[in-house]
């Protein structure tokens, strides 16, 4: 397995990259924006409630 920041091969101490400075290239991308996970709208635009409150037991 090669490392995805530089294609050196990785080492097993940080897998999947080859170097902690490697690791902490990533970390920066993630905590920067330059990666995101792609993800539809939110809850309330699709018209789903979000309403996380138990159902109330309506049988009588």
């Not at 995805?4 to 897998?15: L, T, V």
């Not at 170097?19 to 539809?40: H, Q, T």
């Amino acid at each position: 397995m090669s490392c995805p920041i530089c294609d050196k091969d990785a080492d097993p101490k940080y897998r999947p990259f080859c170097s902690k400075r490697c690791a902490d290239v990533d970390l920066a991308k993630w905590l920067n924006g330059s990666y995101a996970i792609p993800g539809g709208g939110s809850d309330e635009e699709d018209g789903v409630s979000t309403d996380l409150t138990p159902m109330q037991n309506n049988l009588h």
